[in-house]
Each structure stands twice: as C-alpha cells, then as structure tokens.
C-alpha cells in the first residue's frame, strides 16, 4: 500500500497475477521486495500440438501442473473448480484446486489467445470468477514496471490459519465496522496472501494487512501481527476513510493508486457474487521473481 501508512509495501503479492514464469512475468516486477503471485514454476512452457492428458486424480500433496494447450488447461480448470466448490473437498482437494486455480489464470495470461476457449469450457460461476481474477490480476500488473529484484527479500512464509477461522475475522470486522468482508479478504490476498508473509515492507509495514508503527497506533488495538487485530484495524481504518459509503474513496486512502482501487475491487466483486471464489483465492502461494525464474515460497521458507 503506499498511502500515509506505508510506501512501497510488499503490493506485488498479487502484481504478477496472471503471469506464468514466462517473459510475461518478468516484465512486470517492483524493484522492491514483493510476493509475486500466480507465476508458474515452469517458465520455459509453450504450447503443444496435442491436448495435455489430466488425471482423473492428482496427487493433491504435488505441485499443480498447468497445461501446455487450451484443452487441457480447461480440463485442468474445471476439475478445480469443481473441488473450490464441493463442500465435501478435502483439505488436500481444496489446497491442490486453488494453487491449481492460480497457475491456471497465470497460463492464460501467458497465452491471451487461449481465454476465449477456456472459459467457454467453464460453468457460469467460475468463468466469472476467472475473468474478474483475471481483470483484477492485470490492474495490479499496470501499477509498477521494473527489473527483477536482486536479492531476496527478508521474509518468512507460514501458513495462515484454517479457512473458516480467516472468514470469522472478515465477518466480525464486518459487522463492527460495515466493511463488505470481501473488500478484507481481497486487501488481505493482495498485501500478504492470505497472511503468509510474515516481514516488514521496504516502508516497515507489518502485519496481515500491512501497517506502518504509525498508522498502527492510530488505529490498531492488540498484536499487529495478529490476524484478527489486523483485519479489524484494516476495517477500522476504512471506516475511517469513508466506507462503507465510499468504498473507492476507503480504498484509495489504503494505497493512492487508482489501479490498486481497481484490483482490491475486482477480487471483492469476484467474492461478493461467489462467496465460494474466497475458497480458490486462500490457496493461492507467494512466487517471487528471480533472474533464474520465479520461485516458490511455501510455508516454511526463509531467506537462505
């Protein structure tokens, strides 16, 4: 966010949105530390002339594997979404669907000419959701162009709490402060992925939901590193800034740039009308970028 709380803060979590390990990628990066999203860990992928073949049954523990032609790619989608939207989906489905759902839209974003295709193989509900992700993933794209960071950032990847303990907070900050949880949980995806990042921004941001010492003790209350505090200071703080009545205005405030409004937006609106998509979005990882490729900073990582 870079706004009286914090500049130059880790907004790239979701910056690469939409972008494989391709050229694609490593054209649109902050010089600063940031979470790169949906990059795919196979950057030299190009398509093929036959469809991927898609396994009945992944195995859930393995790294998603995106197709290299539409077909498969939308064969791999619509499993996916499947299992976002089975209430019955194991942790292992679901975890599995929504990094597979990340990598999906950052193929997509690699081939353009491939979407038409794919998302005409999808239900009514994810082809929406994929296109708002989509959308919201190549506003976060447009905010900062630059060369790939040279080192890597000081950061520690944990693993954020269970699904349905994150959307107790959203809820609660909710119905103390008016602010859509939607609007939380995508601020939330797009500043730490669902809080896995754990390190101060270049600004010292912290927390979840990113908050410079200043800002935090004009509207924080507890632990900053708190993922209910966090949240319910972020909605705090809109509130402040005019939501829920002005959303654009609230979110502006949390980060002056029209683009990221247009990103925090998008990923809500996505929620708002498929509560479901939250389910998809909390698997999402943290890929950074890198001069040998993107990599993946799963939960454990630190900076070696």
Same mark, same amino acid.
């Given at each position: 966010?870079? +706004?009286?709380?914090?500049?130059?803060?880790?907004?790239?979590?979701?910056?690469?949105?939409?972008?494989?390990? !391709?050229?694609? $990628?490593?054209?649109?990066?902050?010089?600063?530390?940031?979470?790169?999203?949906?990059?795919?860990?196979?950057?030299?992928?190009?398509?093929?002339?036959?469809?991927?073949?898609?396994?009945?049954?992944?195995? *859930?523990?393995?790294?998603?594997?995106?197709?290299?032609? /539409?077909?498969?790619?939308?064969? &791999?989608?619509?499993?996916? =979404?499947?299992?976002?939207?089975?209430?019955?989906?194991?942790?292992?489905?679901?975890?599995?669907?929504?990094?597979? =759902? &990340?990598?999906?839209?950052?193929?997509?974003?690699?081939?353009?000419?491939?979407?038409?295709?794919?998302? $005409?193989?999808?239900?009514?509900?994810?082809?929406?959701?994929?296109?708002?992700?989509?959308?919201?993933?190549?506003?976060?794209?447009?905010?900062?162009?630059?060369?790939?960071?040279? !080192?890597?950032?000081?950061? +520690?990847?944990?693993? /954020? /709490?269970?699904? =349905?303990?994150?959307?107790?907070?959203?809820?609660?900050? =909710?119905?103390?402060?008016?602010?859509?949880?939607?609007?939380?949980?995508?601020?939330?995806?797009?500043?730490?992925?669902?809080?896995?990042?754990?390190?101060?921004?270049?600004?010292?941001?912290?927390?979840?939901?990113?908050?410079?010492? !200043?800002?935090?003790? $004009?509207?924080? &209350?507890?632990?900053?590193?708190?993922?209910?505090?966090?949240?319910?200071?972020?909605?705090?703080?809109?509130?402040?800034?005019?939501?829920?009545?002005?959303?654009?205005?609230?979110?502006?405030?949390?980060?002056?740039?029209?683009? %990221?409004?247009?990103?925090?937006?998008?990923?809500?609106?996505?929620?708002?009308?498929?509560?479901?998509?939250?389910?998809? %979005?909390?698997?999402?990882?943290?890929?950074?970028?890198?001069?040998?490729?993107?990599?993946?900073?799963? /939960?454990? *990582?630190?900076?070696?």
């Amino acid at each position: 966010m870079q +706004h009286p709380r914090r500049a130059g803060a880790i907004v790239l979590a979701l910056l690469l949105a939409g972008c494989s390990g !391709s050229t694609a $990628a490593t054209t649109a990066v902050l010089p600063v530390a940031v979470a790169s999203p949906t990059v795919s860990p196979s950057p030299s992928a190009q398509p093929t002339v036959s469809p991927t073949p898609v396994p009945t049954k992944p195995p *859930w523990d393995a790294l998603p594997d995106p197709a290299n032609d /539409p077909a498969g790619l939308a064969a &791999q989608l619509v499993m996916a =979404e499947g299992f976002i939207r089975d209430p019955n989906a194991s942790a292992g489905q679901l975890a599995w669907a929504g990094h597979m =759902e &990340q990598l999906g839209i950052a193929r997509l974003a690699d081939f353009p000419d491939w979407t038409d295709a794919v998302l $005409a193989a999808l239900p009514a509900e994810p082809q929406a959701a994929i296109a708002g992700s989509m959308e919201a993933g190549k506003q976060l794209r447009l905010m900062h162009a630059g060369p790939i960071p040279k !080192s890597l950032p000081d950061w +520690h990847i944990v693993q /954020p /709490p269970p699904i =349905e303990e994150l959307m107790g907070y959203y809820k609660e900050a =909710e119905a103390k402060y008016g602010v859509g949880w939607y609007f939380l949980a995508s601020i939330n995806l797009i500043e730490t992925r669902m809080g896995r990042i754990r390190g101060d921004s270049v600004a010292g941001a912290q927390g979840p939901m990113q908050f410079i010492p !200043s800002t935090w003790a $004009a509207y924080g &209350q507890g632990d900053v590193n708190s993922y209910r505090d966090s949240i319910l200071a972020a909605a705090r703080y809109l509130k402040a800034a005019g939501a829920p009545g002005n959303m654009p205005a609230a979110i502006l405030a949390y980060n002056h740039d029209t683009r %990221y409004v247009a990103a925090v937006t998008g990923y809500a609106d996505v929620m708002k009308a498929d509560p479901n998509a939250y389910r998809g %979005y909390y698997g999402w990882q943290v890929y950074y970028p890198t001069t040998d490729g993107p990599i993946l900073m799963a /939960p454990g *990582w630190t900076k070696p």
